[in-house]
Each structure stands twice: as C-alpha cells, then as structure tokens.
C-alpha cells in the first residue's frame, strides 16, 4: 500500500506565474484568481482549509467561504464550536485554498476577528431555511447520543419557528481574517513550482517576494 501511494503523483504544466501577473494588493490578486476560479466552474471553489491552534496544537477542517473585502476573508459558523473557543484562545489563524485543475494554491495567514452583528443578521437572512433552523439544532462540536436526539431537536425547532421568521441564534455569526500574510502558488513541471508571497511590512505596504519551491 505504501509503494501504491508514493507512485501517485502528478505533472503540473498548464501556467506559469510571474512578478509582472500579481496585483500590488494580494486581495485583488485573491480576487482576480477567483474570477478565473468560477468561471472554471469547478465544485465548491469557496471551499477553504481553515487551521487554528489550542494549546500549541493545530486543527484543520474545511470551512466554506463567503466574501472578500478590502479588509479580508469572511466566513460563518458557530461561536461556541471547537474552532471558535480555538479562535478565542488564539485569534491568529491560516485558510488554504487548493484548486487543482487550475494547478493552484493560495494561503493566507492572519488575524481573526468577529464581523459585526448586522452583518451576520445579513448572511444569516440569506441562508436556506433548513440551514437556518440547523443553526439553532447542532451545539457544533458537542457530543450527542445518537442521530436520532438531532433529528428530534431539528423537528423541535421547526415546530417552533412554523410560520415565523427564523431569527438567528446568538451562538452563531461571522468572522473575518484580516491578512498578514499570502501565498500564491502555480505548480509547474518537475516540482519547481512558482510561489510568490506578499508580506505586510510597515506602513501597511505589502512586500512581494519569490520563494524556492
């Protein structure tokens, strides 16, 4: 199994990725990638790693994104899950965005904080209304009996909210990571991949270098 899985591997050739392509601001750079992204239209483009630490730990898991803005990446979930009491403790935080056939990568290491109040009212006015009712049912990250006690909260909660408006649960809203720090990688052949990173340095400038691959 172990010679099955280091024979696995691919050749990275369709661009290359130059100085003079990137954007001065690595959010429209972000944004102009994107673009190209969805009109690809590939499954789940908005899909994003997300990585925090507790305790000197990692944890990863895929998280979906929902807007960038001059000030950063945002995205939605519950206060009180694992993340966010990690996101708590330690508001400096990484996503990782992987688009294969386009042979890209983008990470991104910032600050996290939470959006405001109106803004979550926004986003949680939009959602479907069975992800809204699924909202108030999972206490995310907590352990449950068995699928039955979720599907008895879920049929709770529409009870309650039948007819009504589902109004979003304080528990729940939105984050922004503002950004330090990106990478922007191309793959190309014989692994030297090109990856050019953007740095904030004073004044809010950012600084963009080349990076061995």
Known sequence: MNHKIANIRCEYSLKGLHESDLDKNPLNQFNKWFDEVLKSELSEPNAMLLSTVSNGRPTGRIVLLKG???????????????????????????????WKELERQVRIEGKIEKTSAEESDDYFAIRPRGSQIGAWVSHQSEKIENREFLEQKQKDFEAKFEGQTVSRPPHWGGYRIIPHYAEFWQGRPSRLHDRLAYTLSEGNVWKIERLSP
């Open 68 to 98: 960038v803005d001059e000030t950063g990446f945002s995205f939605y979930t519950n206060y009180e899950s694992k993340k966010g009491k990690e996101i708590e403790e330690n508001p400096q935080v990484a996503i990782t965005f992987f």
